[in-house]
């Protein structure tokens, strides 16, 4: 039989996964009798926990919500999966920024030392909020990097590049495109920041080899341990915060948060159809069906194509270069419409085979 303490933790782990327990249920799952349950839920009261019975066929035991509800119990996986769940909120501009801030700190006063070293070691920054499900990270690689983070250690890692549709800030040369692979020998960087941006988390780092920034997926790191020697912690480029670094470098800039391409249009569509679908444009209404939409992308073709998503006629305002980008995609969208050895012809592959 478990000693006491051991069996007061596991009943109060129990009671805390469901609502309603029925007394034999928990002397089974806990291998004890039901007296001895009876006794068990009687020092948890003592202690202050507000375990109420139940009567009935199957009578049990409940913990009931209370206003001065002692600490929670909580394993490593759950206090790491709760600092995360909070510092997201925190940054998710859902109008709890501050009720988040205040959840984390009320609920690491109660936790044991070693939990609370974890939590405060793991610092993150939500940028953009998911609009789909993305990659999973390690509960336990998040923890790695975040105390990497904290203490200000080179962290060594491996380094996997599975196949893309989309560039990666920061990808160095041969990290393109391609199947998945390690990187070898392992990576060597400072890390300064972790961050999650739709979803999708990033470790913000000094490389060490590369001698620059780099953002890297998290979900495609393997750390090595131990850890490296400690550093003195950089400034970012230009002084910029981590949100505005990581933002320019999805934009192609050096960090200041600009698009490196701007233009605007006249889209036939009302405003509120259009602002649903752009998620750092300016949009203007300008009647009931028409609005203007300035707008931002990594390239002229890419500014194009984003506008171009729009089943609606449209007026470019300008500049030029936008213009000459929607020209640019309609003679490629045309040759591509022509059946295929027509299209072949047109991209001047007519040939004559050789005798």
Same mark, same amino acid.
């Given at each position: 039989m478990q000693k006491t303490s051991a069996r007061l933790l596991a009943l109060l782990s129990l009671l805390q996964a469901r609502r309603d327990w029925p007394g034999a249920l928990l002397a089974q799952r806990l291998d004890i009798s039901p007296r001895t349950v009876r006794r068990d839920v009687d020092r948890l009261r003592e202690l202050g926990y507000p375990v109420v019975a139940f009567k009935g066929p199957d009578g049990g035991y409940r913990l009931d919500?209370?206003?001065?509800?002692?600490?929670?119990?909580?394993?490593?996986e759950q206090a790491v999966a709760l600092a995360v769940a909070l510092q997201s909120a925190a940054g998710s501009g859902a109008g709890t920024e501050e009720a988040a801030?205040?959840?984390?700190?009320?609920?690491?006063?109660?936790?044991?030392?070693h939990l609370r070293h974890r939590i405060d070691a793991l610092r993150i920054t939500a940028i953009e909020q998911p609009d789909t499900a993305t990659d999973a990270v390690a509960g336990g690689v998040l923890v790695t990097l975040g105390a990497a983070v904290h203490a200000q250690e080179v962290l060594r890692f491996d380094y996997a590049t599975p196949g893309l549709t989309e560039a990666e800030p920061g990808d160095g040369p041969g990290e393109g495109p391609g199947g998945r692979r390690a990187a070898t020998p392992p990576r060597r960087a400072e890390p300064h920041h972790l961050v999650?941006?739709?979803?999708?988390?990033?470790?913000?780092?000094?490389?060490?080899?590369?001698?620059?920034?780099?953002?890297?997926?998290?979900?495609?790191?393997?750390?090595?341990?131990?850890?490296?020697?400690r550093f003195a912690r950089r400034e970012l480029p230009g002084g910029a915060d981590v949100a505005a670094f990581v933002a320019g470098r999805f934009r192609g800039t050096d960090g200041s948060g600009e698009w490196p391409c701007r233009g605007?249009?006249? %889209?036939?569509?009302?405003?509120?159809?259009?602002?649903?679908?752009?998620?750092?444009?300016?949009?203007?209404? %300008?009647?009931?069906?028409?609005?203007?939409?300035?707008?931002?992308?990594?390239?002229?073709?890419?500014?194009?194509?984003?506008?171009?998503r729009f089943d609606a006629d449209i007026e470019v305002v300008g500049p030029p270069e936008l213009r000459e980008a929607f020209a640019h995609l309609a003679r490629r969208y045309a040759a591509a419409a022509q059946p295929a050895p027509a299209a072949h012809e047109a991209r001047g592959g007519g040939r004559e085979s050789a005798p």
């Open positions: 919500a209370g206003a001065e509800l002692p600490p929670l119990l909580f394993d490593d801030a205040r959840a984390l700190t009320t609920v690491r006063q109660v936790m044991p030392a999650t941006r739709a979803g999708r988390w990033y470790l913000v780092a000094w490389d060490l080899d590369r001698d620059d920034w780099r953002t890297f997926r998290v979900d495609r790191i393997t750390p090595r341990i131990p850890t490296g020697p605007e249009v006249i %889209l036939d569509l009302p405003a509120g159809v259009v602002s649903r679908h752009i998620r750092d444009g300016l949009v203007e209404a %300008l009647g009931t069906d028409r609005c203007r939409l300035a707008l931002g992308s990594w390239s002229w073709s890419g500014l194009a194509s984003v506008i171009g």
